[in-house]
């Protein structure tokens, strides 16, 4: 599966699942271009660390919800890099509550980073990418396994199923591969601030029948497959990696 001489970009690559993303593209020899919005000392030293390690890795600051960040974000990969052939839309952020207690602001930060973000990351991706590149988007079991409280959130992940049917014909082509993940319950920073504990990931893994709590390299290892040669034959594909849950 080796990525030697691709160019890749991840969106919200500085840490979970967007880290093992990086981490496992660069370790298959891809150079890898990534976005942090607000932690820079995670973003700088994961990039000091792949390098240390010979891979050439660029992390930059960009708010993928601001068009202007994202077409900057484009242009300097390509000027660092080349061309591009593959783009992780990996940025997202997660919330819960009740029905009755959605504020429109909240539901609007969801949508800006979870659906129009990844939007246009293809439309400025495209500009600089070699045919036969690949498109990862990272959706949710959410969108489907439709916990309660969720009402906010699995509606953005749903809109993503849209968005990679409707690519994976529209690119077809030009041989770009557009593929998905959704992941199930993985331990990442982003799910503590959201409130996931110790005490919810336990019940969680009572639902879970392969018995564990998922990791960023569980969702990282399938991305560098969906992204090799290996996998020029796949497209259009919604895959859950979940653990088995449903």
């Known amino acids: 599966m080796s990525l030697k001489g691709k160019t890749a970009v991840v969106t919200g690559g500085s840490q979970g699942i967007g880290a093992g993303i990086v981490k496992k593209l660069a370790s ?9 919005n607000s932690n820079k000392d995670a973003a700088d030293k994961l990039a000091k660390e792949l390098e240390v390690s010979g891979s050439k890795v660029t992390a930059i ?3 993928v919800t601001k068009v202007q960040d994202l077409e900057n974000l484009f242009e300097k990969a390509a000027q660092h890099f080349g061309k591009l052939d593959i783009l992780v839309n990996n940025a997202g952020v997660f919330t819960f509550s009740p029905a009755e207690d959605i504020v429109l602001e909240e539901v609007q930060r969801l949508f800006n980073t979870n659906v129009f973000a990844p939007m246009f990351a293809v439309k400025y991706a495209l500009k600089h990418f070699n ?11 959410a969108a489907t396994w439709a916990p309660p409280n969720f009402m906010a959130y699995a509606s953005t992940k749903a809109a993503i199923d849209g968005i990679t049917k409707v690519l994976s014909k529209e690119l077809a082509p030009r041989k770009i591969t557009v593929n998905q993940i959704n992941p199930g319950s993985v ?3 982003g799910n503590k601030k959201a409130g996931m504990d110790l005490k919810m990931e336990a019940e969680l893994i009572e639902r879970i029948p ?10 990282a290892n399938l991305t560098a497959f969906l992204v090799s040669d ?3 034959w796949i497209t259009g594909e919604v895959i859950m990696v979940s653990g088995g849950m449903r």
């Open 28 to 36: 298959q020899g891809a150079n890898v271009f990534f976005n942090y």
């Open 61 to 63: 600051h960009a708010d």
């Open 131 to 141: 045919d036969g590149g690949s498109i990862i988007n990272m959706g949710s079991i």
């Open 187 to 189: 331990r990442t920073e």
């Open 210 to 219: 392969l018995g564990r709590i998922g990791f960023p390299d569980d969702i």
């Open 230 to 232: 290996d996998a020029r």
